[in-house]
C-alpha cells in the first residue's frame, strides 16, 4: 500500500507539472553559456532519405504519447505525461535504469506520433527563418545544387558543445525519431523499437573543424573533415552517413543494407536547442542561445522506448538471435560524450580521409536486451585527443 501510494504522488507531481511547462524551463531563466561562433558555422546540413516513413520527431511530442514503466508494470496512470522537466524523477525508481518509455498505443497500427510526418524539413524561399546564433551561410558560398539551403524541421535538434581541453571542442547534434523500422534480412525484419537517437560530432582544434563523427546504427564511421561533402563550408550528410546510396552490412546468413539519398535537406540550426555539457562534473547547462531550454530530461537513466516485447507477446519473434522488437535507447548522455577518441565506441578509432561508397559494413546486432548499468564517465587522458 505504501509503494502504491508512492506512485500515486509521482503521477500527481508529474501531472501539475505536465500542465506548467514544454521547452521552456522558466520564464527568468539566463545564463551566459555561449556556443563558439564556429559550431554554428560548420553546423552539418542534413539529408533526410526520400521515401521515408518515420521522420524526425520533437521529443516533447513524444512524451505525450508514452507511460513510463518499470519493465513491464506501468507507474502512473496513461492520462499523466512526463515532461522535459521532470523526466529525471524516474530514476527514484530502481536508479532509473529499467524505466521504459511505453508507446501508448500499439506500435503495429502506425499511429500517426510515431511517423512525425508534419516535421518533414521545409524550405521556404523568402521566409524570415534564420539560423540560431549570428552566422547565416552567404549564398555565394553554396556550391552543390539543386538544393543547397536546408529546410527547417518543427522537430528540434540537440546541440551539446563539449570543450575537452587542449584547443579540443566537441559539437554533438542529436536527432530523436519517434520509431525506428529495422532492416529487412531474406525476407524478415528485426530491429524495430520505439525511440531512436541518432547523432554527429564534429570535432574542432582551435577553432577550426578537423574531423566527423556519423553514428550509423550503434556503430558509425569518422572522417577527416576535409574528406566529407560540403555545401559551402558546412558538412552535407545522408541521414548519418557520408554518401549517398546503399550502405551494406555483413551477416552471419546474408547481407543486409540502408538506403540514403539526397531527400530533403535539413538544417539543424534552424530550430535547435543547445547546451553546453561539462563531463567532468556531469552538468548540463542551456546555451545563451537558448537560455530557457529544460535541462532535467538529459539526465533520465532510462529508456526512450519500449522494453522489447516477450516472446509470449504475438508481436514478438527472434531471427537467428535477433528479435523483430528490441528495447528503446538510452538518451545522449550515454553516448560517450567525455570520448578521447573521434569515434563513439572504445578503442581503436579508424578515421578515414576519404569517402568510400562501396565499404562493407560489419553488422553491430540488434540484441533484444541492453539492460546493463552504462555508466557515464571513465578515467579522462588529456594527451590521448584525436585531432
Not at 265 to 274: I, R
Request: include cysteine.
Amino acid at each position: 500500500m505504501i509503494e502504491l501510494r508512492r506512485v500515486m504522488l509521482v503521477g500527481h507531481v508529474l501531472l501539475l507539472s505536465a500542465l506548467s511547462f514544454g521547452w521552456t524551463e522558466a520564464a527568468n531563466a539566463s545564463n551566459s553559456y555561449d556556443i563558439p561562433d564556429y559550431v554554428l558555422e560548420y553546423a552539418p546540413l542534413v539529408h533526410l532519405f526520400s521515401g521515408e516513413q518515420f521522420w524526425p520527431c520533437d521529443i516533447q511530442d513524444h512524451l505525450l504519447h508514452v507511460t513510463p514503466h518499470l519493465n513491464y508494470t506501468p507507474l502512473q496512470a496513461e492520462a499523466i505525461h512526463p515532461t522535459l522537466q521532470n523526466l529525471d524523477r524516474l530514476n527514484q525508481w530502481d536508479g532509473g535504469w529499467f524505466v521504459y518509455l511505453h508507446s501508448n498505443d500499439n506500435v503495429e497500427e502506425r499511429p500517426a506520433w510515431l511517423a512525425g510526418e508534419k516535421n518533414i524539413p521545409v524550405f521556404k524561399p523568402g521566409s524570415a527563418q534564420k539560423p540560431i546564433g549570428r552566422y547565416q551561410m552567404p549564398l555565394k558560398d553554396q556550391k552543390s545544387p539543386p538544393q543547397v539551403q536546408g529546410g527547417r524541421s518543427d522537430a528540434p535538434a540537440v546541440l551539446l558543445v563539449v570543450d575537452k581541453g587542449q584547443g579540443i571542442v566537441d559539437a554533438f547534434w542529436f536527432f530523436f525519431y519517434s520509431y525506428n523500422l529495422g532492416p529487412v534480412v531474406l525476407g524478415v525484419r528485426f530491429g524495430n523499437h520505439v525511440g531512436d537517437w541518432e547523432h554527429s560530432m564534429i570535432r574542432f582544434k582551435d577553432g577550426k573543424p578537423v574531423s566527423v563523427f556519423l553514428s550509423e546504427h550503434s556503430g558509425g564511421e569518422a572522417y577527416t573533415y576535409e574528406a566529407v561533402e560540403k555545401i559551402g563550408k558546412r558538412a552535407r550528410t545522408h541521414a548519418m552517413y557520408a554518401t549517398p546510396g546503399i550502405h551494406a552490412f555483413v551477416l552471419p546468413l546474408g547481407l543486409l543494407h540502408d538506403q540514403t539519398d539526397r531527400g530533403p535537406l535539413w538544417d539543424p540550426t534552424l530550430n535547435s536547442h543547445t547546451y553546453i555539457y561539462d563531463f567532468l562534473d556531469d552538468e548540463l547547462h542551456a546555451s545563451s542561445h537558448t537560455p530557457s531550454a529544460p535541462t532535467n530530461w538529459f539526465y533520465f537513466k532510462g529508456r526512450w522506448g519500449d522494453r522489447s516485447y516477450p516472446l509470449t507477446d504475438s508481436r514478438q519473434y527472434e531471427f537467428v538471435g535477433q528479435y523483430h522488437y528490441v528495447s528503446g535507447p538510452l538518451g545522449p548522455r550515454f553516448k560517450r560524450l567525455y570520448r578521447r577518441t573521434v569515434c563513439q565506441s572504445p578503442g581503436y578509432c579508424d578515421i578515414r580521409n576519404k569517402l568510400d561508397p562501396d565499404i562493407i559494413r560489419v553488422w553491430p546486432g540488434v540484441s533484444k536486451e541492453d539492460d546493463g548499468q552504462p555508466g557515464w564517465k571513465e578515467t579522462y587522458v588529456d594527451d590521448d585527443l584525436d585531432s
